[in-house]
């Protein structure tokens, strides 16, 4: 069974920073795209960073400079470390990947910027 774990979130001051972390199982870690997206309060879902087995990562053009995802696949894990936040930043965050034509996603890590 696949499973996404996501923790990290919390509050923090606008400039601040965070780190989020993603555990999943239940599929070949190394081998999968992770992405990390985000959703704000009834809109649907933000696309914010990818990265691929290879570690190639792309990321939305509001958080490129900012944000830097990565992964440890010894550690089977996925992070998004967030600096100089914002608070158009607040949102759930939640990890996510596609295996077999299905996406799968965890239950989210609130973030809250604000002063």
């Known amino acids: 069974e696949v499973q996404l774990v996501e923790s990290g979130g919390g509050l923090v001051q606008p400039g601040g920073s965070l780190r989020l972390s993603c555990a999943p199982s239940g599929f070949t870690f190394s081998s999968a795209d992770l992405r990390w997206v985000r959703q704000t309060g009834g809109k649907g879902l933000e696309w914010v960073s990818t990265?691929?087995?290879?570690?190639?990562?792309t990321y939305r053009s509001t958080v490129q400079g900012r944000f830097t995802i990565s992964r440890d696949n010894a550690k089977a894990t996925a992070y998004l470390q967030m600096n100089s936040l914002k608070t158009e930043d607040t949102a759930v965050y939640y990890c996510?990947?596609?295996?077999?034509?299905?996406?799968?996603r965890g239950q989210g890590t609130r973030v809250t910027v604000s002063a």
């Open positions: 996510t990947t596609k295996i077999g034509g299905a996406e799968y």
């Open positions: 990265i691929e087995p290879s570690t190639y990562s």
